[in-house]
Every structure is written in structure tokens, then in C-alpha cells.
């Protein structure tokens, strides 16, 4: 079998840099090209530059351009980009695997509509242990039903532009749905002042934003006299990045559709 060919978007942003070295170390996999936007200084230089090594492959900004021929474009930008992108992999029958976070409820709904046209895995947490942590979080809040408050826990970069992380949402809407809750209505973000005793009901976030924190993620389960806390902490952005891949590879042999990464680790 031929390599798949990858286009990476957003190449010299923190998870661009850290999918071009994915790419370079899986074998089956090949850059195809590299996209940054028009304007940005780093247009014409090679992909590899900024992790020391050389790809052969100049970054560009002509999205069609580096869609030709493709397999699949891996894309952890922002929302608008990943709906630009999106649209882009309609144009050209090309499968889009998706990282990106923050999106609202109409960007999901088209990303889901673009699934009836094109492969697609979008994912909040394209780690194994995070996916792993789902299937957790649904077991442990099928059995602490009563009693357990649930209070979620993120911490992140300084960098990080959104809040609370696509992950703690995720785990949010994992916790809701065993519960027969709708995140929607019982989530609490933040709390300030006098907040009153905490209603049992709520799903409560926390954020924390400082220094480089990869991803740090808590659901705790307190109830009156004992505590569960499943934790997550990823230490490099090429976990990450290698479950990108993973999942540019294992869409390869799909029908076209709207998957996560619990369908490509078989956790559905
Ligand atoms: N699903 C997962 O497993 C993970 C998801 N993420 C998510 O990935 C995203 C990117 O994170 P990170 O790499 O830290 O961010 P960075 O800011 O480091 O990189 C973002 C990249 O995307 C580019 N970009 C920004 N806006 C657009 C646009 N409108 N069109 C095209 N390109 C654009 C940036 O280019 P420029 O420099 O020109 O702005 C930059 O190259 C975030 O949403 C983050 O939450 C992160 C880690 C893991
Ligand atoms: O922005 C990041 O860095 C990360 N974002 C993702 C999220 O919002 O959940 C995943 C990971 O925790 C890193």
C-alpha cells in the first residue's frame, strides 16, 4: 500500500510543529504539504526547520494547492480556520482530521453535515489516556449516582485562547449523559462571591491558565466522606500529535462519515 499523504495546517503553531515530527516518524504516512496563513513569515521555509529537520517540503498558503492529490489534512488551528479547511476537504474529497477547540453549536452542526460527504475525526483529545479517562468518567458516574458532587479541574499554557478545554467540556457531556443530565443547563462555570450552598445537581468547572502546561485534566467525584478523582496529565503536545496520525491512518479504510477517537481506539 502507497503512504497516505498528510497536509498539515497551521504547521508552525505548538501542535503544527509537533505533527510535522509525528509525521516524520510514522512510517506509512508522507508530507504532502504544509500550510501557514498569507503573510506569515514562515511561507517558503521548509516544514522541518523549526524541529531541526529537514522535509523537502516548502510551507505555503495555497490551501488548493496543497489539497491536490491528498489523502487527509490535519488541523489544529482555530474555529474559523477549521470551518475554512472543512470546507476546503469538501472541494477536494479529503478526509479532515480535527483538533481544533472552541467550537460553537453551528460549527458542530456543519462538521457533522460535512461527515455525509467526506471522512472526518474531530476530537477534543486525540490522546490515548484522555480517551481512555472517558470511558472512566462513564463507569464512574454510572455507580456514584447519588451523593457525588462533580466538580472538573483544567489547567493549561498560557497560551490557551479558550476556556474551559474542549477536553473538560467532553468530560463534562460524558459525566452528564451517564447521569441523565444536559450540560447545557446543569454546567457552573466558575463561581464568585456569595454563591450559596452548591446545588447538587450542577456540574461545576474550573479553570487555570499560566506558564506551559501541556494539559492537565481532574473530574472529582466528592461525596460526605470519600473522594474519586480521575486525573489525566499529558506531558508532551506528540501524544497528541501521534494520535492525529493514528487517526489519519485509520480513516483511510473508513466510509466516508463524522467519527471521534473513540472510534479509531474501538472505545465506542
Ligand atoms: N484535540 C487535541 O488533542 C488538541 C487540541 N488542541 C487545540 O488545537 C488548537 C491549536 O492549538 P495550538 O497549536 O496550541 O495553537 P497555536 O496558536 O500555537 O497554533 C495555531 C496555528 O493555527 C494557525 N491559525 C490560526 N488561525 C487560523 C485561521 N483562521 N486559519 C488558518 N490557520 C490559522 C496559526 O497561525 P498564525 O500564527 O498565523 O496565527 C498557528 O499556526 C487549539 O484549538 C487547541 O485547543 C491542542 C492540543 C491538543
Ligand atoms: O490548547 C491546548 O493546548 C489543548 N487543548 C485541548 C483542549 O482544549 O482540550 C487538548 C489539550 O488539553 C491541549
Known sequence: MSDIKLVIAG???????????????????????ALERDGNPLIGQDAGLAIGQQTGVAIGSDVDAALAGADALIDFTRPEGSLAFLAACRRHGVNHIIGTTGFDDAARAAIAEAGTEIGIVCAP????????????????????????????????????????????????????????????????????????????????????????????????FAALGERV???????????????AVRA????????????????VLGLR
Not at 16 to 26: D, K, N, Y
Open 11 to 33: 504547521c508552525g503553531g505548538r501542535m503544527g510543529r509537533s505533527l510535522i515530527e509525528a509525521v516524520l516518524a510514522t512510517p506509512g504516512v508522507r508530507l504532502h504539504a
Open 125 to 220: 483529545n486525540f490522546s490515548v489516556g484522555v480517551n481512555l479517562s472517558f470511558k472512566l468518567l462513564d463507569i464512574a458516574a454510572r455507580v456514584l449516582n447519588e451523593g457525588f458532587d462533580v466538580e472538573i479541574l483544567e489547567a493549561h499554557h498560557r497560551y490557551k485562547v479558550d476556556a474551559p478545554s474542549g477536553t473538560a467540556l467532553r468530560m463534562g457531556e460524558v459525566v452528564a449523559n451517564a447521569l441523565g443530565r444536559d450540560l447545557k443547563t446543569c454546567a457552573v462555570y466558575g463561581r464568585e462571591g456569595v454563591t450559596g450552598e452548591r446545588d447538587p445537581n450542577t456540574i461545576g468547572f474550573a479553570t487555570v491558565r499560566g506558564g506551559d502546561v501541556v494539559g492537565d485534566h481532574t473530574v472529582l
Open 229 to 243: 478523582e480521575i486525573t489525566h496529565k499529558a506531558s508532551s503536545r506528540l501524544t497528541f500529535a501521534n494520535g
Open 248 to 263: 489519519a491512518r485509520w480513516l483511510a479504510g473508513q466510509p466516508r462519515g463524522l467519527y471521534d477517537m473513540q472510534d
